[in-house]
T-cell receptor, first 112, second 111 residues
Framework: DGGITQSPKYLFRKEGQNVTLSCEQN?????MYWYRQDPGQGLRLIYY???????QKGDIAEGYSVSREKKESFPLTVTSAQKNPTAFYLC???????????FGPGTRLTVT | ELKVEQNPLFLSMQEGKNYTIYCNYS?????LYWYRQDPGKSLESLFV?????AVKQEGRLMASLDTKARLSTLHITAAVHDLSATYFC???????????FGTGTRLKVLA
């Protein structure tokens, strides 16, 4: 089955710790995206990558970092510099830089 | 800067009624997407509208696109409780590789 997987589904961390969220796709898509969603709110773009070894900051990149070493993988690290990291994180991909985005199931991060 | 606005933000409607959700965007774009999100879940693609005048229907939902008016509508016919969700529209940002999402419309269908 082709699709996007995110792991873990739920993640709990103590304040001050870095944490890495996984996103893998086997759709052979070039472009990948990370979004953050707070309760009752819309989606905000954190980072996106159009091609391997290249990525750009989105609207709320501060306190986050990414890498794109392989086409199928786009991990997101939430660093201790992120002031309010508790949120629902969604990864998405699409075949090229334009067109429909396909979303993973999401990771719910809770930092206390 | 491209902005995408949806209205209403919240919609509570009775089963069996019809209603329309509106999605306005501020600059030229020829592609518009509709998604559904259930509470605690990810986004599910509903419609992809690729040209002016495009109309797509799936069950009780019908989406249309008017690129000249920079407007898309999502029409709900004879609503049922299972349609309760949040609906987002999104537009490809021209000159960028980002989606611009609308604010979302939270729909609640009352039995």
């Amino acid at each position: 089955d082709g699709g996007i997987t995110q792991s873990p589904k739920y993640l709990f961390r103590k304040e001050g710790q870095n944490v890495t969220l996984s996103c893998e796709q086997n759709l052979n898509h070039d472009a990948m995206y990370w979004y953050r969603q707070d309760p009752g709110q819309g989606l905000r773009l954190i980072y996106y990558s159009q091609i391997v070894n290249d990525f750009q900051k989105g609207d709320i990149a501060e306190g986050y970092s990414v890498s794109r070493e392989k086409k199928e993988s786009f991990p997101l690290t939430v660093t201790s510099a992120q002031k309010n990291p508790t949120a629902f994180y969604l990864c998405a991909s699409r075949p090229t830089a334009r067109g429909e985005q396909y979303f993973g199931p999401g990771t719910r991060l809770t930092v206390t | 800067e491209l902005k995408v606005e949806q209205n209403p933000l919240f919609l509570s409607m009775q089963e069996g009624k019809n209603y329309t959700i509106y999605c306005n965007y501020s600059t030229t774009s020829d592609r518009l997407y509709w998604y559904r999100q259930d509470p605690g879940k990810s986004l599910e693609s509903l419609f992809v509208l690729l040209s002016n005048g495009a109309v797509k229907q799936e069950g009780r939902l019908m989406a249309s696109l008017d690129t000249k008016a920079r407007l898309s509508t999502l029409h709900i016919t004879a609503a049922v409780h299972d349609l309760s969700a949040t609906y987002f529209c999104a537009v490809d940002g021209r000159g960028t590789y980002k989606y611009i999402f609308g604010t979302g419309t939270r729909l609640k269908v009352l039995a």
